[in-house]
């Protein structure tokens, strides 16, 4: 056994010796940089990086760009909010990953171009008339026969024919055979170069509008967002960028009558305030609706105001009709108030008998008020001239739609900054057959307005609902009604003043309660004192009571108007005293001191534009030109084929016809046997030669 062993040993050894005396084949290692070229230039990179940026840009076109903050927190929630913030989702196109990403495709593609470029070239002008019969005949789409004529006459027939259908022709004679080697629609092949060109163009366009320049300013630290709401005059230096910035889009309100020389763009939380080498004026705006108050069409008169021109440029924009000036390109996008002149009248709800305040203000301005609650601030944040909305299923108009007038938007801010938001109807609005002024109330505007209604006297005025008030905030009022309708029911002994006393202290209390909280004030009163099983039929007496002394509180106030009663109350008057009742159960929830009616206005309209300055925008165009370009080349000029090799033999010659197609195979395959049987008649079968 150990004789073996020796022996096997021995012939490794003598192996391993031979091995190392011959030469082998020294396989080369690439380097680092030939392995990221490749890496680089490779096709599955490709389709990653282009499926990654196909998804984000779905995304940055069903998610809504570069808007506040606040509407993404209100849309989202903080959760999800902080999610999509820091993945950059709302502003994709200027996301620093985003950017990387075209750079890389850019640069994947370019390589590919590079590497690939040449041997297409190169493919399209090789006929490859090396080719052997043992490689012919291995094609798919071939024929073979022989035919009397000699190599020389049916190469010469053979040309003329392919010749006639379009092919470049080359033709190699050698000793004993002639080879024509024909070619059709190569520049198809171009369509691929094209293609990929196209993306190269398209991101470099892309790289150009993404702001580079102020994404590397904002890194360095010479650029911040201005996050308060301040006049443009005191806009940090930090803030602003000058009219050598080439590339931003960005919007501005302009009132009637007004100009600007700047626009805002959006940042993330803040803004950044962009200079323009002319200045914009807005001579008048104009809008048309639809009787569903839905804009149908709106537009502008426009004023540029430049240095360079010698009279002004003045033209009307519209909805997908931008104006073009120096490569700026100005389009209506919106409208709103340009801040609209508005008086008002303030009507106490906590002091009802005094006169109502007279206020003026302007939309995007406030006023600072002392009220009985303490300091409130009035932001005035919008106006609009028509409210239209549908008509209620008990209408009998006939109308689909009401316009329900002009109304004004504000918030009630308190000195800790706690903010409610209102909107308040100018004219009365008719519900159910009764007219009403309407108050709507949120807190967050993320929420539906839930609406206070006043109701209109017949003059027009909430006067008589005030009056009403008025004397339920009359304590000495309230209780010589309470004592009347009480009465001597108790007796007249000193125990029954007693109780009578007690309970025209207790009604005068709850009247008062109903006042200042309403139904809910009622409601937590019960439950606070009395016990669960007799809460229900103690509210209803509430209310009952309620009813009494309000109801004589409201005769009193149509005497001191005049009405006359002696044929009692009229239905009109009595359903006033109904929806005053119901107004007054909520006006606890109002959260104002007082009710601001909206007397006059002087509307001013304003254009939203967004100006856009984006030179990439035209190599995008361009990269998209060549991009169908190359698509229509690619699959509609196919690159065919065709070869013909002639053999001498005795008695003739050997015709070998084969060809190839790179797309639509199927097509090529008719065209080839159709061009086979013009063949055979040209060059026809040696048993076919008269």
């Known amino acids: 056994m150990s004789f073996v062993r020796l022996k096997h040993l021995n012939i490794i050894n003598r192996g391993r010796a031979e091995l190392n005396d011959k030469t082998l084949p020294v396989r080369t290692r690439r380097g680092t940089g030939a392995i990221a070229l490749e890496f680089l230039g490779s096709m599955n990179l490709a389709i990653t990086l282009l499926v990654v940026i196909a998804i984000a840009s779905v995304i940055g076109t069903v998610l809504q760009q570069n808007e506040p903050y606040t509407n993404y927190v209100m849309k989202f929630g903080p959760f999800w909010f902080e999610v999509f913030k820091a993945l950059g989702l709302f502003d994709i196109y200027g996301a620093p990953w985003f950017l990387l990403l075209l750079g890389f495709l850019l640069i994947s593609t ?67 055979h002639v080879t024509v080697a024909a070619m059709r629609g190569s520049a198809g092949r171009l369509g691929y170069i094209l293609s990929h060109l196209s993306i ?29 709401d ?13 009219t050598d910035n080439h590339s931003f889009r960005g919007s501005i ?43 149908k069409s709106f537009e502008s008169d426009l004023v540029i105001h430049d240095d360079d021109l010698e009279q002004p440029l003045r033209q009307t924009i519209k909805v997908n009709h931008p104006l073009i000036y120096k490569g700026y390109a100005i389009y209506q996008s919106s409208f709103g108030d340009g801040g609209s002149g508005l008086k008002m009248r303030a009507w106490s ?8 305040l007279e206020l003026a203000s302007n939309v995007n301005r406030f006023l600072r008020l002392n009220t009985t609650r303490g300091e409130r601030t009035l932001e005035f944040t919008d106006f609009k001239l028509y409210n239209i909305f549908p008509a209620d299923e008990g209408d009998t108009s006939g109308k689909k739609f009401h316009n329900y007038g002009p109304s004004m938007v504000f918030k009630l801010r308190n000195p800790a900054g706690e903010a409610l938001e209102y ?33 209109s006297d017949d003059a027009g005025t909430p006067q008589r609902f005030m009056r009403v008030l008025a004397a339920a905030h009359d304590a000495a009022h ?58 229900q039929d103690a509210i209803n007496s509430y209310v009952n009571v309620l009813q009494g002394v309000l109801g004589a509180l409201y005769i009193d106030v149509l005497r001191d108007e005049g009405v006359n009663l002696e044929q009692g109350v009229r239905e009109e008057d009595s359903l006033f005293f109904d929806d005053t009742l119901n107004t007054l159960s909520m006006l606890g929830a109002y959260g104002s001191p007082f009710y601001l009616q909206l007397s006059e206005f002087e509307h001013i309209e304003a254009s939203g534009l967004q100006i856009a300055r984006s030179p990439g925008k035209d190599i995008v165009y361009l990269g998209c030109a060549m991009l169908m370009v190359g698509i229509f080349m690619m699959f509609y000029m196919h690159q065919r084929r065709v070869w013909v090799r002639l053999t001498q033999c005795d008695g003739g010659a050997r015709l070998l016809l084969a060809g190839s197609g790179h797309r639509n195979r199927m097509e090529f395959e008719h065209e080839f046997h159709a061009l086979q049987v013009e063949l055979e008649q040209a060059v026809p079968r040696s048993t076919d030669v008269t």
């Not at 002008?125 to 094609?139: E, I, N, P, W, Y």
């Not at 991101?203 to 590397?216: A, M, Q, S, T, V």
């Not at 301040?230 to 000058?242: D, F, H, Q, T, Y």
């Open 478 to 535: 309230v209780r010589r009604i309470v004592e009347m309708q009480i009465g001597d029911t108790l007796g007249a002994d000193a125990a029954s003043r007693d109780v009578r006393n007690t309970m025209i202290d207790s009604i005068s209390r709850l009247v008062a309660l109903f006042v200042e909280q309403g139904i809910d004030g009622v409601v937590k009163h019960a439950e606070a004192s009395i016990a669960a099983e007799q809460r």
């Open 423 to 455: 909107i308040n109807y100018m004219l009365p609005v008719e519900l159910q057959g009764r007219r009403f002024f309407m108050s709507g109330l949120r807190s967050t505007p993320s929420e539906e307005y839930r609406y206070l209604y006043i109701p």
């Open 110 to 176: 370019s390589i590919c171009v590079w590497r690939n470029t040449p041997h297409i070239l190169h493919d399209m002008r090789q006929f490859r008339l090396d080719v052997q019969d043992k490689s012919l005949q291995s094609f798919h789409l071939k024929s073979e026969w022989h035919t009397a004529y000699g190599t020389g006459d049916a190469a010469m027939r053979a040309e003329a024919l392919l010749g006639a259908r379009g092919y470049r022709l080359r033709k190699r004679e050698q000793e004993g």
């Open 200 to 228: 190269v163009v398209i991101c470099l366009g892309g790289l150009i509008d993404g702001n580079l320049p102020l994404k590397l300013q904002e890194l360095r630290g010479e650029l911040r967002a201005e996050t308060r």
């Open 230 to 242: 301040i006049p443009v005059s005191e806009v940090p230096a930090e803030s602003i960028l000058g």
């Open 253 to 295: 309100s302009i009132p009637e009558g007004a100009s600007v020389n700047v626009v805002y763009l959006q940042l993330r939380d803040g803004y950044l305030v962009q200079q323009l080498p002319f200045a914009i004026e807005l001579e008048q705006f104009r809008v048309e609706h639809y009787p569903t108050g839905m804009p």
């Open 349 to 356: 709800l906590d002091l009802p008998h005094q006169e109502p």
